[in-house]
């Protein structure tokens, strides 16, 4: 299956590797395979790297639990490096960050535009555990599933009379309350985008 | 501003530098820079290389005209690796691939969960261009802003439905449907999820 030709590993025999979470698409880490590491991966689907610093390959989450269950590997165009797509149990940082990249020394700490979405759902979450004082979020769990999907309902309407208006300005707008109640509902019932984004994906074949 | 001496630079003198996409969080390639490739980065703002195989620094975009503006920079947690964000123009790739990564050759060629809403639109934009014959998606087109409506309002009331009859499922499954309906909408006014995004980053503030 594997066609280890297409791997050009450099002259201490190892090739560098990005990683990345399935779910949230965030980079996790930077690090080093070797071959017999590739074949480990391959064999039990975790990840195994090199460590350049102890000379060996390791389990990812040998010491720690937190294993990387692959689910996809690329090679780049020149064959020197590797893109791993995984499923980090816990975090992958042994600082306890959930990745490595976490020093921001240039620009916003901003990673993404589309991972709002699950940090939308984190904060959801956390106010359901947590009532804070003035929160519109507690608000809603605190009134129940009907206030929720009374907000449903009115936020879509909302959305048709925005684009009646033709206003895209409010079609944004209005679509942005829309997932954010959304997001509370799926909150409600313990669920999360990645389900919808599955459901979708499933439908789409 | 900066503290180069957060970065640990190889015996080259070099740092390989992950590069991700702003809005689709795509990794799009792995390059590497030395401290005058950070340096020109910084000042004017596009992503600066340093090529081993030419043995000099390069802009990205100096001849294909697809730059790289860069977002954020992070540095890891053993300062041995960087993470790039940046906004891309056109395609990262020589090959016109749009990240160098598009080699599968473990696991299901899908690198995330999250782009589905992405490829969603490219496909519904397609569609709105060419018709195709027994299209819903063409269908919906053709009828024109009123349906598209009709079935925003009836998706949404159909989420409702699904979670007074407290079933998971049937809430996954009618989230999903509101969820491809309003990317039709959003398509309709030449718009896209990234601008949803935005309006609730910025309302999150």
Not at 84 to 108: M, P, Y
Request: proline share 0%.
């Amino acid at each position: 299956m594997l066609d280890l030709s297409l791997i050009k590993f450099d002259q201490n025999g190892l090739i560098p590797v990005v990683v990345q979470d399935i779910r949230t698409n965030e980079v996790l880490m930077l690090a080093y395979m070797n071959q017999e590491s590739i074949k480990l991966t391959l064999e039990t689907g975790y990840m195994h790297y090199f460590s350049r610093s102890r000379n060996k390959i390791w389990k990812k989450g040998e010491t720690s639990g937190n294993f990387q269950k692959v689910r996809s590997l690329y090679v780049d165009c020149d064959g020197d490096a590797i893109l791993a797509i995984v499923e980090q149990t816990g975090v992958a940082c042994h600082t306890g960050n959930k990745s490595c990249f976490f020093t921001n020394f240039f620009g916003q700490d901003k990673k993404s535009e589309v991972d709002i979405l699950f940090r939308l759902i984190e904060t959801i979450n956390d106010r359901k555990r947590n009532k804070i004082e003035g929160s519109y979020t507690c608000y809603l769990f605190e009134k129940g599933l009907d206030k929720i999907l009374k907000k449903v309902g009115e936020e879509a309407t909302e959305v048709v009379i925005g684009a009646k208006n033709e206003s895209k300005q409010e079609i944004i707008y209005e679509i942005s309350d829309l997932v954010y109640h959304l997001s509370v509902l799926l909150s409600y019932f313990d669920l999360d985008w990645t389900e919808i984004f599955k459901s979708l994906e499933e439908r789409r074949k």
